[in-house]
């Protein structure tokens, strides 16, 4: 699924408009024609149309974060996916006011790099890495994206696909540890959890050898799992939609 196989930002088009122009033949804006609708419909795709044509054609993917449903956010994978930032971080804790941000990975582009307190965590270097025009979580909605911005007094306001929504559309459901094994992917630390992440921190502070090490190395096999997660998440939606 591409945003160019997409009508639903339009207004007045639901999935049942939008399935029923796939079915007609209008599988992408190209091969949109008005006879297959209503002339208002119609106004409006071609309308929406010659709108977004630049703007995908720039990149613009704040456009399209306005126009799609939120439920619909996933159809910007595809266009996005090879400049997207894949990210993931670990606390002291659940309590945004009182607990601290400990490290965080981002991946974009194949690399991936991680910002650890007491370092390179800071402020600048957190809104450096989230510049771009997708980011990807799992629960980051309500959990990363709220604490990287209390911690940092950063607005993070890029388009944010949280794969913890389309993964239960497709019945992937649990945390991303329970979902990883269902799309294939096999962690080479099956057995550190969150829980194991405040503890390594503790025992990092403590003085403890390869405590540190350890702990960022499970953040970032978090964070790198994110993208075989959104790969199979986003191709078992297209098999769902398309027809």
Not at 58 to 78: I, K, N, V
Not at 133 to 148: C, T
């Amino acid at each position: 699924m591409r945003l160019e196989n997409s009508y639903i930002g339009v207004d007045g088009v639901g999935e049942t408009t939008e399935r029923k122009l796939w079915e007609r033949g209008a599988r992408t804006w190209a091969e949109f024609d008005p006879s297959l609708c209503g002339s208002t419909t119609a106004d409006r795709i071609e309308s929406f149309i010659e709108a977004a044509r630049p703007r995908l054609e720039s990149g613009d993917s704040a456009f399209f974060d306005r126009a799609l449903p939120s439920a619909e956010r996933w159809r910007l994978y595809e266009d996005f996916r090879e400049d997207a930032c894949f990210f993931d971080i670990e606390t002291t804790g659940l309590n945004q006011t009182h607990d601290t941000v400990t490290c965080v990975s981002f991946h974009r582009g194949g690399d991936t790099e991680t910002l650890v307190s007491g370092d390179d965590l800071t402020r600048e270097n957190v809104r450096h890495l989230l510049d771009a025009p997708l980011l990807v979580s799992f629960n980051g909605a309500r959990f990363d994206v709220p604490f990287l911005e209390e911690s940092f007094d950063v607005s993070i306001d890029a388009p944010h696909l949280d794969l913890m929504y389309p993964c239960r559309r497709v019945g992937l459901t649990g945390g991303l540890k329970a979902i990883e094994p269902e799309v294939g992917v096999e962690r080479d630390r099956p057995d550190i959890s969150g829980k194991d992440a405040v503890r390594l921190w503790r025992e990092h502070e403590r003085g403890v050898d390869g405590s540190l090490e350890t702990l960022v190395s499970y953040n970032r096999e978090d964070t790198v799992n994110l993208v075989t997660v959104a790969d199979s998440t986003v191709e078992r939606l297209d098999r769902e939609l398309l027809p």
